[in-house]
């Protein structure tokens, strides 16, 4: 019955926070693996001295905007070679989706700035807080000295990883040393510190407090993920089959808890006991089939394998697969598959690209000049 009173509605939906737990495994200790290197070559790479052909002694990559200058270790960059960059932009586009055709979202989930600063923030805030119970109960306490202190301890440190995040990005494109003497006297360039400011605030709320709210509402690559997705392609998936059964998931009850009795009465072999949703920094089911909000991190399976091991149940419940396998009666084991006409065509706009970039580099002339002969100047 319509009462003619209509509920108000907002104009933005509430967000209901995401307090993943820690998970250990394959695609955990990867993850850990392309953080560090990450790190190690955005932060390191301002403060590695390199001595030019010239003699001059400089860093390795600097980016000097004043003098219309590119170092990149022995390779310098004028701006008549900015074609370079343009096909850069164009490689580094059909690498993504050349990725993405094959092991769908894995850029996401492994080497995004996005994903590595809020794994990073997330660890901070874990070393902190606790583990997931115990940042649970701190957030549902009242305010008092234990609240305080640590929230406001792990607020202290996102702001000051983000500031340096700031500062390491302006020391490319200055002598770093010198760069940040300057800095700290208040003399650096007035572009500096506003240039600091906003990448220490934007740090600070993308990854410390957005986090999953960017992939889903700002980055625009998982809204058009589907497009270059194919039944052939690898991602993250639940073998629904296999875990729900004819009967339905269900706990390992002890008359059901041997899995070859548990295949017998058609249960699958899902114990619904909700581990991969607690560690999917997405927040997300992945039972539920393929969503946008999934960034292919693969913690979800490191938790599903954790619970198979506990319980003598066969791993792989949840791993990457494809549409295609899964929708057999009895999927094969998952591959890459490299034969089709979309990956063979990003493959050969690679190569061609690439050889294409390399040629220009290699055959560059430091110096060139020309006489054309006009034969009624001005």
């Not at 997705?229 to 998936?237: G, K, N, Q, R, S």
């Amino acid at each position: 019955m319509q009462t003619g009173i209509e509920e108000p509605q907002a104009l933005y939906q509430k967000r209901i926070p995401i307090i993943p737990r820690s998970v250990k495994g394959r695609f955990r200790n990867l993850k850990w693996g392309v953080m560090v290197l990450a790190y190690a070559i955005f932060f390191g790479l301002p403060w590695l001295p390199w001595t030019r052909a010239d003699g001059g002694v400089s860093q390795a990559i600097m980016f000097d905007v004043v003098g219309h200058r590119f170092f990149v270790f022995d390779l310098v960059v004028y701006p008549q070679n900015i074609f370079w960059l343009a096909l850069l932009l164009f490689i580094a586009a059909t690498v993504l989706f050349f990725a993405t055709s094959l092991i769908g979202r894995a850029f996401c989930g492994y080497f995004c700035f996005q994903t590595l600063w809020t794994d990073l923030f997330m660890w901070i805030e874990k070393l902190i807080q606790g583990e997931r119970p115990a940042r649970i109960r701190l957030k549902r306490q009242g305010w008092n000295k234990e609240k305080i202190l640590k929230l406001g301890t792990t607020h202290l440190v996102w702001l000051l990883i983000a500031f340096w995040t700031g500062m390491t990005f302006i020391a490319y494109f200055a002598y770093a040393p010198d760069l940040v003497v300057r800095f700290f006297h208040g003399e650096a360039a007035y572009a500096a510190y506003l240039t600091v400011a906003l990448l220490t605030a934007t740090t600070y709320v993308a990854a410390g407090l957005m986090r999953e709210q960017i992939c889903a509402y700002v980055c625009p690559y998982g809204r058009f993920q589907s497009v270059m997705y194919d039944p052939e392609t690898l991602a993250v998936a639940y073998d629904s089959k296999r875990g729900d059964g004819v009967m339905g998931r269900a706990a390992p009850r002890a008359e059901i808890k041997i899995h070859a009795v548990r295949q017998e009465k058609g249960y699958g072999d899902c114990i619904d006991c909700g581990f991969c949703v607690q560690v999917c920094p997405a927040g997300i089911d992945i039972r539920d089939g393929l969503q946008y909000r999934c960034i292919s991190c693969g913690l979800c399976i490191d938790a599903c394998n954790t619970i198979m091991d506990s319980v003598g149940y066969p791993r792989g419940l949840i791993r990457y697969d494809s549409e295609a396998n899964l929708a057999k009666p009895v999927p094969a084991k998952p591959h890459v598959d490299w034969k089709r006409i979309k990956v063979v065509g990003y493959l050969l706009a690679l190569v061609v690209m690439s050889g294409a970039l390399a040629y220009s580099v290699f055959t560059r002339k430091d110096y060139e000049h020309s006489v054309e002969q006009i034969r009624q100047p001005l």
